[in-house]
C-alpha cells in the first residue's frame, strides 16, 4: 500500500526538480540576454566611432533587417550613412525614424543637419521649424545658424551662432563656422577676431589656420599670424596669402610669398612651384 505514495512522492520529487531546472534555465537565458544586449550596445558604438564608415553602414543595415522593429539601430544606421558621406541615403532613415512613435527632436534635428550635408537647405529649414523653442540644444542652434547664413538673414545667424556658444562646452567649431559667415560678408575684421579666438580653444585645426590667413589677407596683411604650425602648415598658409594678395592686385608680394611657400616646405610643393612658373611667365611675356 505505500508503494503507490511513495511512486507518487518520487514523481512529485521529479517534478519540482524539473520546475527547478525550468526557472534556472530561464534565468541563465535572461542573464545571457542581458550580456548580449551590453555586448551588442558596445559594439554598436564601436561601429560609429572607430569602424570603417561603409563597413558600419553593412553592420547596421544587416542590424535593422534583422530587427525592423529597433529604432536604436536605425539610429545607427542613419549615423552611419552620415559618416560613410552619403547624407541623402541618412536622410531617408532619419524620416523613418522620426515616424516611429519614439522619434524625438533629437532624430528631427538629426533629420535636418542630414539634409544640410546633403545640399537640401529648404527641406532642412522646415524640418527646423517643425522643431519646438523648448528645444534648446547646440546642434539645434548650430544649424539654425548655418539655415540663417544660407538665406543671408545676418543678425538671426550672428544670434544663433552666440546661442550655440552658450550650449556647447568645445565652442572651437562654432567660432570657425561664425568666423566663416563673417568672412562671406565682408567683415573680415570680425572674422579674424572669430578664427583667433577659435584656435584658443583648437589650435590643431588647420581649416580654421587657413580662414585666419584669408580674413588677415582680405584686409592687406598677408604676414603670418603668430600661430602654432608645422613647417608643411606654414607653406601651405604662405600659398593661401600668396593666392589672396594676386587676387587682389598685390602681384610683388603674392610672387614674394609664393617663393617663401616653395623655400620652406619639407617636400615639393608642386602647386606652389607652379603658380610661380605661370607667374614668372606672364612676367616674361608681358615684359
Known sequence: MRHPILVSLCIAGIAGLSACQKNSDAEVQRALKDVNVIDESNLNDVMLTSADPNEAVSYFTKAVADNPDRIDLKRGLAKALVRAKKPTEAAQVWRAVIADPQGSNDDRVALADALIRANQWQPAEEVLNQI????????????????ADANKKWDKADSFYDTALGLTTKP?????????????????AGAEKLFDEALSYDSASFTTKNNLVLARAAQHNYDMPII?????ERAQLLYTAALSAIKQGDVNTGKALLENAVETSPTHFEQA?????????NVTTSG
Open 132 to 147: 519646438p523653442p523648448t528645444h534648446e540644444t547646440y546642434e539645434r542652434y548650430r544649424l539654425e545658424a548655418m539655415v
Open 172 to 188: 572651437a567649431g562654432v567660432l570657425n563656422n561664425w568666423g566663416f559667415s563673417k568672412l562671406t560678408r565682408g567683415d573680415f
Open 228 to 232: 602654432s604650425m608645422t613647417q608643411e
Open 273 to 281: 612651384a607652379r603658380a610661380l612658373d605661370a607667374l614668372n611667365a
